[in-house]
């Protein structure tokens, strides 16, 4: 069956490459895209099944097959060939494509690099790129000097918290301890420098009353 195939496909490729060498049979017109001129009818047609002509006003241009994906060689078709365009192809997920001008094919799809075990993963395979792997020291290196510099802008900002931080303190008590020696002086407790805001409180509970001036202090 394939070699009957094969077949047909030989002959039909040598006819229309005969006739492609009568020049001066091409000269009566010129076709469009997706069409071939036909020496036999001596008009344009439309390209077979499976071929294509992406060239406009043409003569004596042939159609030419579509570009078919080999699946073992991890392509795929990303756009389906039509009579005025060639297919595109793609590379399966776990390639990457690479250009080769010189080879056979201009493009063909490479199995992506597996790093190994000192190894991680500095970049990950792309549909252009190969992976990128990074030795494990190098690697721990860069993330460490990277994570430090990102750090610099939470330490200032903590550090800038921590000092407001301070400075309320720092007034809030001012501002008991000035309250307290006001209090202390209309009850007219002893207030001793070793007394803690703590005891004061305790006395002005046990103490009976407080005189009005005191509340304009408190």
Known sequence: MNSAIFLVVLITSSARAAENMLLE??????CGEGERFDVKLRACQP???????????H????????????????????????AVADAVIGCHHGYFMVVNHLAEK???????KR????????QNCTERNDTVCT???SAGLDVRNRASSNNIPTVI??????????????????AARRRIKAVCRCVKLPCLKERTERTMRKALMESD??????????
């Open 25 to 30: 049979d091409c000269d009566v017109g010129t």
């Open 47 to 57: 390209c077979d099944r499976d071929t294509y002509i992406d060239i406009s006003n």
């Open 59 to 82: 003569s004596c241009e042939d159609c030419r097959n579509c570009t078919r994906a080999d699946r073992y060689d991890g392509e795929i078709v990303v756009a389906n060939c039509t």
């Open 106 to 112: 201009d493009l063909s799809c490479e199995i992506c």
């Open 115 to 122: 790093c190994n075990a000192e190894e991680v993963v500095e």
């Open 135 to 137: 030795r494990r020291e």
């Open 157 to 174: 900002v903590a550090s800038a918290v921590a000092l407001v931080a301070v400075v309320i303190c720092c007034v809030f008590l001012i």
């Open 209 to 218: 009353s407080t005189p009005e001036l005191c509340e304009s202090a408190i």
